[in-house]
């Protein structure tokens, strides 16, 4: 089946520190690849996402390049701020499709501080 | 308001306990998905709808789970005989079937209910 592992947590960084969130799946075929944040008290957002081998998603200054090869969609940033503290959930979803359901990691969660 | 909307935010329930959650998808949403995030996960597929249509539960985990969505927009998740095990947040997400600019069919979700058994 369709698996999603996301490195463990927490992660505590400085303001203007780089950043990389780690994440590599399982699954058969061609799979689209998300990344989601989930901001204190607010539910979960889509932050990017790549639909085929070796597209790059971006946005808010974060990126993650959808890697076949070592079946990876690792995040990064290269200067984090403290409003990017939140939980961060890795994952696919196996065919593009209305009725393609979500398959998620488990989340780690980046405090960032002053 | 554009966005799904899921009430009540906060429920808690004594053991045994029916209770009934709510998600009001975006308007013209044709599909509707449920998900139960239990604390510290992902969260993990219940259910899918496609207008009424029930396509897919393979996700719910007891048939003490039960969901519908009869005129093929709110949506109700009706736990019965509520157990401990059920303590989670159950996020609601609806998309179109027309796919967006890059053909996504991106799911929005709602801020989620969370559910605490007692």
């Known amino acids: 089946g369709n698996s999603v592992t996301q490195m463990e947590g927490p992660v505590t960084l400085s303001e203007e520190a780089f950043l990389t969130i780690n994440c590599t799946y399982t699954?058969?075929?061609?799979?689209?690849l998300f990344w989601y944040v989930q901001y204190p008290g607010e539910g979960l957002q889509l932050l990017l996402k790549?639909?085929?081998?070796?597209d790059k998603g971006s946005n808010k200054g974060f990126e993650a390049t959808y890697r076949k090869e070592t079946t990876s969609f690792h995040l990064e940033k290269g200067s984090v701020q403290v409003s990017d503290s939140a939980v961060y959930f890795c994952?696919?979803?196996?065919?593009?499709?209305?009725?393609?359901?979500?398959?998620f990691g488990k989340g780690i969660t980046l405090s960032v501080r002053p | 308001g554009a966005g799904v909307s899921q009430s009540p935010r906060y429920k808690v329930a004594k053991r045994g306990q029916d209770v009934a959650l709510r998600c009001d998808p975006i308007?013209?949403?044709?599909?509707l998905f449920w998900y139960q995030q239990a604390l510290g996960q992902g969260p993990e597929f219940l259910t899918y709808?496609?207008?009424?249509?029930?396509?897919?539960k393979s996700g719910l985990p007891s048939d003490r789970f039960f969901a519908e969505r009869p005129e093929g927009s709110v949506s109700t998740l009706k736990i019965q005989r509520t157990q401990q095990e059920d303590s989670a947040v159950y996020l609601c997400?609806?998309?179109?079937?027309?796919?967006?600019?890059?053909?996504?069919?991106?799911?929005?979700f709602g801020p989620g209910t969370r559910l605490t058994v007692t």
């Open positions: 994952a696919l979803r196996p065919y593009t499709g209305a009725n393609s359901k979500l398959t």
């Open positions: 997400a609806s998309s179109s079937t027309l796919p967006g600019l890059n053909r996504s069919y991106e799911q929005y």
């Open positions: 790549a639909t085929k081998a070796d």
């Open positions: 699954a058969t075929g061609y799979p689209s």
């Open positions: 308007s013209g949403h044709v599909s």
């Open positions: 709808f496609q207008n009424e249509a029930q396509l897919d």
